[in-house]
T-cell receptor
């Protein structure tokens, strides 16, 4: 079985502050892990993915995530938030199945 | 321009009516998926298809039906048996990259039952 837990349905940061969105997964085999971003009334856009090549994964828009097997985590970070980063973020896992399992999402709010 | 298109963007339906949502892709992906999104619940898988003329139920298939007659197309029908169909519907397709099936999404269709 595979599952994803995203801690915090809403995260608020000030513009220029560090962004940290948390994702923990459960998997019986080495997983593939993904982060997606969704802007209002749009589809999901792939930010980055972990496929076992490197534990620190860099994505688009300055985001990166680190795979930590011992902590079963794949947290998403960005050093300095921009207003345009305000969106909903989804973590997802695939551990050998044909489908992805998504977390419930974290809404990132950025204040000036 | 390669991508996934969904139509219409907004759809209104009266109770008791069936309605079909369109999803087309020109990415030459083998697999396609339908998700339902409700506020605070993330994405829930309705149906998926890994190859033409074959599809499998996801976690919430009741009240929905699909077909996969062409590689490029995977329409979803929301039937009158679906008790609460108002939601945002997302279609995706996938390709295997570096061993991982990577899904790409369309822009979505928002269905409202009046």
């Amino acid at each position: 079985a595979q599952s994803v837990t995203q801690l915090g349905s809403h995260v608020s940061v000030s513009e220029g502050a560090l962004v940290l969105l948390r994702c923990n997964y459960s998997s019986s085999v080495p997983p593939y892990l993904f982060w997606y971003v969704q802007y209002p009334n749009q589809g999901l856009q792939l930010l980055l993915k972990y496929t076992s090549a490197a534990t620190l994964v860099k994505g688009i828009n300055g985001f990166e995530a680190e795979f930590k097997k011992s902590e079963t985590s794949f947290h998403l970070t960005k050093p300095s938030a921009h207003m345009s980063d305000a969106a909903e973020y989804f973590c997802a896992v695939n551990s050998g199945y044909s489908t992805l399992t998504f977390g419930k999402g974290t809404m990132l709010l950025v204040s000036p | 321009d390669g991508g996934i298109t969904q139509s219409p963007k907004y759809l209104f339906r009266k109770e008791g009516q069936n309605v079909t949502l369109s999803c087309e892709q020109n990415l030459n992906h083998d697999a396609m998926y339908w998700y339902r999104q409700d506020p605070g619940q993330g994405l829930r898988l309705i149906y998926y298809s890994q190859i033409v003329n074959d599809f499998q139920k996801g976690d919430i298939a009741e009240g929905y039906s699909v077909s996969r007659e062409k590689k490029e197309s995977f329409p979803l029908t929301v039937t009158s048996a679906q008790k609460n169909p108002t939601a945002f519907y997302l279609c995706a397709s996938s390709i295997r990259l570096a061993g991982a099936d990577t899904q790409y999404f369309g822009p979505g269709t928002r269905l409202t039952v009046l």
